[in-house]
């Protein structure tokens, strides 16, 4: 089914693990060839088919707050800085420390999945829809529900339905903050108060412009106009307004706080629970309450719809008619920008751009478009059609893709086997290079293309971490002291033991390296590695245009 195109057989498991994976560990190369190209696709397709390593499910389960709802990190983390906001400066500023451990948590979270999860597809996938959906950790309450928003609205669904995954994202209390529709307001509605004081078009122009149809999707003011009429209501806590019905016993909200509020709109059912929701719940999604949490029926992570500040009235839409109603309309709107063959041109273009080169075939996205219709959305099957596309395995695309600074930076980690107790000294060169990770302040995310990157600064950064990583000078083992972040008080004395007695760990074996990378390297590279001194080679490997590559 894969073995299409013209790349040779050596070739093909290298490109397909800096494809589809960030890049191979010691021994993924040899693995993936003994396995087969092609089994190693269908498995990395079925994300659920691979077992999680006990260490891996471990250290997740122990980064207390990426399981935590929104409405419970904004008890803990947001309401401590409210509350301090008239008292003395001390306690506002502690609050505010206390609350960076929520994007410190996802961090660390995101890195090591992407290091040592065997389900790379999936990480890759999380990064790609995350970016493609994002939300900007520094705007707000964001700083407290990006983690959740990458944990509940997009990681589920990065293999499953478009549809799902955009309906995730639109609810997600994230998504409503940074781009203002829990503000979004029908003009003369009965709600219609303070913040709430009419039309905000934010996220109307940017679903339709970045999410779904493109740029040139065909869509004009006037439906953007449309939407967000269609979308007024869709927010967060109504002030504890509402249907009067209050959160379960045991959430130890405190009684009248904006956490309370936000937390009993959890527990309201709008008109009953629409399709989407229902869909969630049965699969054990957005709608599912955590182990050791209450139970019983609610929204998916804090969404709630506000009749009044609902605009009722019908709406044209893409030349389309959408009758009036209530959160219904909303879902019908979703649906038609979903199934919009301009959202899968969109879609179908930003996927070959990622995977195959920079600018993609015209061919090949068509191709993909033409599936995803087929399919009604399906991603899985998309990327199923990608890669047995001849476009992805032909030579003129292999190692055509400069890394991002993000790719760079893990895959570098990847590659040595490093062993990471300490995420900061990656997501800190990855800030270094201009790609802080849920630091992109614009809807639009990072560019994925060389344009983006390849200039004589950004080179000067990668090679100064190749040195350093590739010489064991980067505190990747040290176990950071108790007051630095959410790493503190992760035990490793084993690796602590194997350092030296300025904190610097043992230097990566650059013969290793080379194996580890399938000695893939044009003649200038290996002569170049092979005449420096030893301490040298790991460094030179890791800074070679093809290690920049992917």
């Not at 306690?91 to 948590?105: D, N, P, T, Y």
């Not at 999860?117 to 790609?128: C, D, H, I, K, S």
């Not at 649906?335 to 070959?352: C, I, V």
Request: proline content about 7%.
């Amino acid at each position: 089914m894969y073995d299409t195109g013209d790349m040779g057989t050596a070739a093909r498991p290298l490109h397909a693990l800096n494809r589809v994976a960030f890049g191979p560990r010691p021994g993924d190369a040899a693995r993936v060839r003994q396995m087969g190209v092609e089994r190693y696709l269908e498995q990395q397709l079925d994300a659920a088919s691979i077992a999680e390593p006990a260490a891996l499910s471990e250290r997740i389960a122990g980064l207390r707050t990426l399981h935590m709802t929104p409405a419970e990190l904004f008890q803990e983390f947001q309401e401590p800085i409210r509350a301090a906001a008239k008292g003395d400066v001390a306690a506002k500023q502690a609050a505010r420390r206390q609350a960076r451990q929520v994007i410190g948590e996802a961090t660390e979270a995101r890195i090591v999945r992407a290091l040592y999860g065997p389900r790379q597809l999936q990480e890759v996938m999380t990064a790609f829809w995350f970016n493609h959906f994002n939300v900007f950790a520094g705007k707000g309450l964001c700083a407290i529900w990006t983690g959740a928003f990458e944990e509940e609205a997009i990681r589920p669904h990065t293999l499953g339905r478009f549809r799902d995954l955009l309906g995730a994202t639109a609810m997600h209390p994230a998504m409503l903050f940074y781009l203002d529709n829990w503000q979004n307001t029908a003009p003369g509605a009965p709600g219609k108060h303070g913040k709430f004081d009419g039309i905000n078009e934010n996220y109307a122009r940017e679903v339709m412009e970045l999410h779904t149809l493109g740029v040139n999707g065909g869509y004009t003011q006037t439906d953007v106009i449309a939407l967000a009429h269609i979308l007024t209501g869709w927010g967060l806590a109504k002030g504890g307004a509402g249907n009067g019905q209050q959160p379960p016993r045991g959430m130890g909200l405190r009684e009248g706080s904006a956490g309370a509020a936000l937390a009993g709109n959890l527990w309201r059912r709008p008109g009953g629970f629409h399709p989407w929701w229902r869909r969630q719940m049965q699969a054990g999604g957005g709608g599912a309450r955590r182990p050791g949490g209450p139970r019983g029926p609610m929204g998916p992570y804090g969404f709630y719809f506000d009749p009044s500040r609902h605009d009722f009235g019908g709406q044209t839409l893409l030349g389309h008619q959408l009758a009036g109603g209530g959160i219904e309309q909303g879902e019908r709107a979703l649906d038609l920008l979903a199934r919009s063959p301009a959202t899968a041109n969109h879609l179908s273009y930003q996927l070959a751009q990622y995977f195959v080169a920079d600018d993609p075939p015209k061919a090949l996205v068509s191709r993909l478009a033409a599936r995803y219709q087929a399919s009604d959305g399906n991603l899985r099957d998309v990327l199923a059609t990608l890669f047995s596309s001849p476009e992805f395995w032909d030579p003129h695309c292999y190692g055509v893709k400069f890394k991002t600074p993000y790719e760079y930076a893990i895959s570098a980690a990847r590659a040595v086997g490093a062993d990471v107790i300490n995420v900061r000294p990656l997501t800190g060169t990855m800030a270094q290079m201009g790609m802080p990770l849920y630091g992109c302040p614009t809807p639009d995310g990072y560019k994925n293309t060389a344009a983006a990157w390849l200039n004589p600064e950004a080179m000067m950064m990668r090679l100064s971490f190749a040195t350093a990583l590739g010489a064991g000078r980067l505190p990747l083992e040290r176990v950071p002291d108790a007051a630095a972040g959410p790493m503190a008080g992760v035990k490793h004395p084993e690796r602590v033991r194997q350092m030296d007695f300025n904190g610097a760990a043992a230097a990566p074996d650059a013969a290793q390296l080379a194996l580890t990378l399938a000695d893939a390297f044009s003649p200038r590279t290996a002569d170049a590695v092979e005449a420096a001194p030893v301490q040298l080679r790991t460094p030179l490997i890791l800074g070679s245009p093809e290690f920049m590559m992917r």
